[in-house]
């Protein structure tokens, strides 16, 4: 066949291209590089407390007193748009008698008290959480959300929200309730959080999402403590979901929260996953190694472990340490995407067997 008066190739992309047309072809590059997986979105990176701290305090003489805006400082990784491609974790700060006003979105959000006390209060859909020192509470997507500083300290706390995610499948909503705060629930019984109990009302219908959750720490604390001594993940140690009371599942449909414990002198095996995660470290020393870039870290600091990168946790001192972290997960699953190399340790390990049961009979 003559191709005499036929263009080049690279002519006839150009001439598609003005057509608004692409050759598959041209993916094929693509293609190649993501043999064996994704390049990790984002790089590993750790913030210091003491840096967002004073940064925080700053904040707090230039952003005024009362606010729509929040007065939150978001990590951003030098090498995506958010802390991961998919979450942004930062810090907020209100002095004593500040109000964070009244506002919803899609987005997910949690909240982790790091200085807090009674009188720190997120109101859920009418309902106040209060934020003692590492409590967390839940303001899932759609729910109206404010926060109230009745101490007489400034506190701070943790955002977490799954901005990357909502804004890449491009369902950003967004709503100010246009006053301070938003009205709280009068009658205690009808609290949507107990709807979510051990004990629920039979007359009414189910109530499956978008619950007002607080997790107050003391349990968590707790169940952490009946459980150091069992071998948990190689992985990630003895790490617990906060679990979604009503589905056993995930946290939020998009975000899950894990509190991790890592024994003195443990180290863990390195793997990884398609998930990312964000991390604060509420006490203890530590290494978390991703990607070969050692992350060394020391109570209230963050970091970030981007998705597919290799990483393992080393705690060399001699006391234990505590992550909490989150990760997108339950959103990668949801879609089946949701892959652990050298293997799957999500989910994977039997449930310990009933003692009678061990027994050879
Ligand atoms: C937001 O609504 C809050 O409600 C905190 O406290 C941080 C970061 C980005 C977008 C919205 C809050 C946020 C945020």
């Not at 057509?19 to 984002?42: C, H, M």
């Not at 009205?183 to 039979?202: I, K, Q, S, T």
Request: proline share 8%.
């Amino acid at each position: 066949m003559s191709t005499v008066g036929l263009p080049t190739l690279r002519e006839f992309d150009t001439e598609l291209e003005a057509a608004n047309l692409r050759g598959q072809w041209l993916y094929d590059e693509v293609l190649e590089s993501v043999v064996g997986g994704p390049k990790p979105a984002g790089v590993p990176f750790l913030w210091r407390w003491e840096e967002v701290y004073a940064k925080l305090l700053r904040s707090c003489d230039l952003l005024p007193e009362s606010f729509t805006a929040r007065r939150n400082l978001s990590f951003m990784n030098p090498a995506t748009r958010g802390t991961t491609h998919t979450m942004n974790m930062g810090m907020q700060m209100l002095k004593p008698g500040e109000v964070a006003w009244a506002h919803r979105h899609t987005m997910s959000a949690l909240r982790f008290a790091i200085q807090g006390g009674p009188g720190l209060v997120t109101v859920v859909d009418g309902e106040p959480c209060q934020m003692e020192d590492y409590d967390l509470v839940l303001t899932p997507s759609w729910t109206w959300h404010d926060h109230h500083n009745g101490t007489p300290e400034n506190v701070v706390w943790l955002d977490v929200l799954d901005i990357g995610l909502v804004l890449g499948l491009n369902v950003p909503f967004y709503e100010s309730y246009g006053e301070e705060r938003q009205p709280e629930r009068v009658n205690p019984g009808e609290h949507l959080a107990d709807r979510g109990g051990l004990l629920r009302p039979v007359w009414e219908q189910v109530k499956k999402t978008n619950f007002p959750f607080r997790y107050p720490w003391q349990g968590v604390e707790r169940q952490l403590q009946r459980m150091a001594d069992v071998p948990g993940s190689p992985y990630d140690g003895v790490v617990l979901r906060y679990a979604n009371p009503v589905t056993g599942g995930s946290t939020m449909p998009t975000l899950d929260c894990w509190a991790q414990l890592l024994r003195a002198g443990q180290q863990t095996e390195a793997h990884q996953h398609t998930s990312s995660a964000v991390y604060f470290v509420v006490r203890g020393e530590g290494i978390t190694v991703v990607d070969g870039v050692e992350l060394e870290w020391g109570p209230h600091d963050s970091f970030v472990v981007p998705n597919w990168s290799k990483h393992h946790f080393i705690n060399r001192s001699t006391e234990d340490a505590v992550l909490f972290s989150v990760n997108d997960i339950p959103a990668l699953q949801a879609l089946d995407l949701y892959y652990e190399k050298p293997e799957l340790s999500v989910g994977t390990s039997p449930v310990p067997p009933v003692p009678a049961n061990i027994r050879a009979r």
